[in-house]
């Protein structure tokens, strides 16, 4: 099993090391710990096996229950706008497969992520245990509510685009804190950035993008 993994691994290095110079460093990005992040996490590994020949390709691709795997551009991007040293205590609402929680993984101290629907949850549980991920803490639950149990958190990313900021976002991110997330309606967002300076919230607005819409609740 371990052998077969290499080899699936090796047999993805050239197609992620393309997915990595054509479309994520030729569109700006130069973070080089979010560079080294997208290059060294297998997305092949977080995709069915049907679709992993389009694992490096530039687009979003379905993880089932109506939900996607983001395009690598759009890890990446919201990633190095996190602007992330190290040390930081990251929260994540939207797991999905697990592929971001796995990019932001190698650029903090640890993520802890939100995921609604139990057997998207699940599935990355094992995809991010196959790839050897161990600074990561799940949990299957309603996001818009954040994780008050670790709070406050230094960074949180959303991974799903609403009309409006969940409250407790706010409220669980620390003082200096940066929040990410699709803002607007569906098929209409833009990515934000919000940074927390004591009572004020300072946004900057950036690319207009499409992200699956957040849905409050528990999911089956």
Known sequence: MQMKRQDSTLAFERPRRRMLESQI????????????AM???PRHMFVDAALASH????????????????????????????ELQGHERVLEIGTGCGYQTAVL??????????????????????????????????????????????????AILAAAGGSEIPTAWVSQLCDGGVLIM?????????????????????EERFDDCSFVPLVAGDGA
């Open 25 to 36: 460093m030729a569109r700006g990005i130069s973070d080089a710990r979010v560079l080294d």
């Open 39 to 41: 290059l060294q996490v």
């Open 55 to 82: 694992a490096y390709q530039d687009s979003a691709l379905p993880i089932g229950e109506g939900q996607t795997i983001s395009q690598p551009y759009m890890v990446a991007r919201m990633s190095q706008l996190l």
């Open 105 to 154: 993984s190698r650029l903090c101290r640890r993520v802890y992520s939100i995921e609604r629907i139990s057997s998207l949850s699940e599935r990355a549980r094992k995809n991010l245990r196959a790839a050897r991920h161990a600074n990561v803490m799940l949990k299957c639950a309603d996001g818009t509510q954040g994780w008050e149990e670790y709070a406050p958190f230094d």
């Open 182 to 202: 699709p803002l607007g309606r569906a098929g209409a967002h833009v990515l934000i950035r919000l940074r927390k300076r004591g009572n004020e919230l300072i």
